[in-house]
Structure formats: structure tokens, C-alpha cells
């Protein structure tokens, strides 16, 4: 039996000012990957990992941080923005209206301020998580 890997939004990208990390990385293989910045990978092993599991990917722990804690400050002085997809009904004229999925930009306060059945209700599915470069290099 052939076990495929799922690798869609295994991804590390960078521009002049920040750097994207695609969400279904878990925090172990987060930290071994060579294409992440390695000050993000310094700071997810200093603060992040004695918090959270290394098989834990960085999707599920988005989604169910809390709004209270010092992750969330971290996250909020790195400057993170969230990119989401949410279901949202587009009202149509004279027809009935159509549900689809938008994609949005949270910032850390947005998301930890949505509770787990509001997350539910709206669809939510994380993608990818973004921080400043500045920022990091200031922490």
C-alpha cells in the first residue's frame, strides 16, 4: 500500500518584509525544515514548543489558542496576520443566495477573540500564518 504525504500548505515563503509559513507543518518538522527563516524556528523552539506538542500542526494550535496567555502577545508582537477561509452567503438579485468561501486576513485578536462555536459556525479553516521580519528581528 503506497502512503501518500500530504504536503498543501507545507510551504515557506519570503518577501522584502515578512515571511509566510503554510499551516499544515507540525511543529516538528517546523523546526526541521531548512527553507524557514531560522530566527522564526529559533523563536517557535524557545516559546512556542514547550507550550504546545511536537505533532501538533500550526493550524490546530491557532484554533484553539486562547485569547488570554503570552503566546497570544508573542504572536501580537511579531506582528502575525492569519489568513483564513470563511464561509460567507453572497446575497444575489432575484435568485437564492450562494455560500462560498472568501479568504480574509485575522490578526491575532481577531481570531483568539472568536469562540470555538463561532469558529464552527463561519467555517473557519486556517491556511497560512504571517509575521514581520522587523518584528522577529527585534525579539
Known sequence: MNRTVYEDY????QDTSRVYVGCKY????????EEVLFKFRMLVQKYIVP?????DT???HLYYLEPTGFLVKLYKQMKARIKVNVIEEKKRLFRKPKKEYV???????QLTGMTK???EACGLVIQEL???KFAIMGL
Open 10 to 13: 507545507k510551504y515557506s515563503m
Open 26 to 33: 507540525t511543529f516538528g518538522e517546523l523546526l526541521d525544515a
Open 51 to 55: 507550550e504546545a506538542d511536537l505533532e
Open 58 to 60: 500550526l493550524e490546530t
Open 103 to 109: 479568504t480574509k486576513q485575522f490578526t491575532i485578536e
Open 117 to 119: 462555536e463561532e469558529k
Open 130 to 132: 504571517s509575521v514581520s
